[in-house]
């Protein structure tokens, strides 16, 4: 048995950790491990990647590339590559993933998992959309071969890892005329200006995201806008990451340190500037920083990432704002961007047409339990939904009420998988 947290430190409970290395046997190796839970990185934030006291199938030594048709940018490979090394052996090639979250420690299985999306989804939608075909491996035994359009990739594409176990995945990647982006930053005053500039650089860029300063009485944030750019710029050295060395006995994110980094970091970022950045920098910011997440100190930290239809959003990102600004929470990573026009793929996919508000939030007991009820009711009011990739306490009722599909996926769940969360929201 081992202790196994997620990314939000929540919790260390005790598993069973099987590693899964011979693709051509996961059918097997599963069907008498039952009830389990394909485990990647442990990237998610909550419980949707624990199954306590019970099986976890390590998917990590399952990171082998298949095969790569440059001509066509179809790439196979086994389900726990890490997106990281999808990168490295494309992008000199002239491709790219379509599609990345904000960590590039993920492996392929999680990313299709939660259907994760980046910071281009008015263009080019969630990971999902990008995936050709997988092969799922059930717990009776059954190997499935799933293409879009089947009802099981439809469920297992932000199935939460219920529907079976992701062996090997065929995606197609997107041409990029090299390894840099052109970035703008532009600063906003408010909420209505950050969607007036998420509106007006939606056509012409292809990558929008904001920083909102989540305590600030105007929500004022800093915007970014960015394009792939050919570039004879050399590869920068390899970065030399840092690591977060300890946990500090209290969250060093705090109402003491909060309010003088969100004026320092916009004072440093407002004025409008274009800048040249590596892929790397741009898409996964925080992974310089390994072990960022012990900073929120013993007790760890939860995310709250709602999507509120578009028509909503506006007066429901004020108030959800507004509550947190009450309490004098939050963190410095608060992010606020818009989803396109874009029906999602999986029947449980979070990413849906309109807004999406993220924010860390160290916990400090039932009053962070509180302040959730508060942005909960908001979310449901406005006809949103919360994302289940960084979600541990969400209501049974606050699913339901955000997921319609829920009663199409019940069905086409493989009975000898569940996790923590599942038992938590579906009861089994
Ligand atoms: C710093 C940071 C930034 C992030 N930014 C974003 C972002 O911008 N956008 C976004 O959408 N998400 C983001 N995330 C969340 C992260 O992308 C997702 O939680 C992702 O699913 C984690 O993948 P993983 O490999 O770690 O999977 P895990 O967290 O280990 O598992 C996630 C789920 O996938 C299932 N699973 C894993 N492998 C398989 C498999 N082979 N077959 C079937 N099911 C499987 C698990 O059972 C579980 O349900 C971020 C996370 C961090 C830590």
Not at 144 to 149: F, L
Request: glycine share 10%; with cysteine; hydrophobic share 40%.
């Amino acid at each position: 048995m081992v202790a196994v947290s997620s990314w939000g430190r929540l919790t260390a409970a005790e598993h069973r950790m099987l590693p899964l290395a011979d693709r051509s046997k996961v059918h097997l190796s599963i069907a008498g491990q039952r009830p389990g839970l394909a485990f990647g990185m442990g990237r998610s934030y909550g419980d949707v990647c624990l199954n306590p006291e019970g099986a976890l199938w390590d998917m990590r030594p399952l990171d082998r590339f298949i095969s790569f048709d440059q001509p066509t940018g179809r790439l196979r490979c086994e389900a726990g590559t890490l997106l990281r090394d999808i990168q490295r052996l494309a992008v000199p090639r002239g491709w790219m993933l379509a599609v990345v979250p904000g960590t590039q420690y993920v492996t392929v299985g999680g990313a299709i998992a939660n259907d994760v999306h980046g910071k281009n989804h008015h263009r080019h939608g969630s990971f999902g959309d990008h995936v050709l075909g997988f092969t799922l491996a059930r717990t009776n035994g059954e190997l499935r071969h799933c293409k879009p359009g089947d009802t099981l990739f439809a469920a297992t594409v932000g199935g939460l890892g219920l529907t079976g176990v992701i062996v090997e995945v065929e995606l197609q990647l997107r041409r990029v005329p090299g390894a840099w982006l052109e970035v703008e930053t532009l600063s906003y005053r408010d909420i209505d200006e950050f969607f007036a500039l998420s509106d007006a650089s939606e056509a012409d860029w292809e990558y929008t995201v904001s920083w909102v300063d989540c305590l600030n009485r105007s929500r004022r944030g800093i915007f970014m806008r960015a394009n792939h750019v050919e570039s004879d710029q050399p590869e920068p050295d390899p970065r030399d990451d840092f690591r977060w060395p300890f946990v500090p006995p209290v969250s060093l994110v705090n109402r003491l340190t909060l309010r003088p980094l969100n004026t320092v970091y916009f004072h440093l970022k407002k004025s409008q500037a274009r800048s040249l950045q590596y892929y790397q920098s741009f898409f996964h910011p925080l992974d310089g920083i390994h072990d960022w997440n012990k900073l929120y100190g013993p007790r760890g930290f939860y995310q709250y990432q709602c999507v509120l239809p578009r028509a909503e959003g506006v007066a429901g990102i004020k108030a959800l704002l507004q509550t947190i600004a009450r309490t004098g929470t939050g963190s410095f990573l608060a992010v606020l961007k818009t989803f396109g026009q874009r029906e999602p793929t999986g029947m449980l996919s979070f990413a849906q047409p309109g807004v999406t508000l993220a924010l860390d939030f160290p916990y400090t007991g039932d009053e962070t339990l509180r302040l959730f009820q508060q942005l909960d009711a908001i979310v449901v009011e406005a006809g949103g939904r919360l994302y289940a990739a960084k979600d541990a306490r969400m209501p049974r009722a606050v699913f339901e009420a955000g997921y319609p599909r829920l009663n199409e996926f019940l069905p086409l769940r493989d009975p000898g998988i569940s996790s923590a969360m599942s038992r938590r929201l579906l009861e089994s």
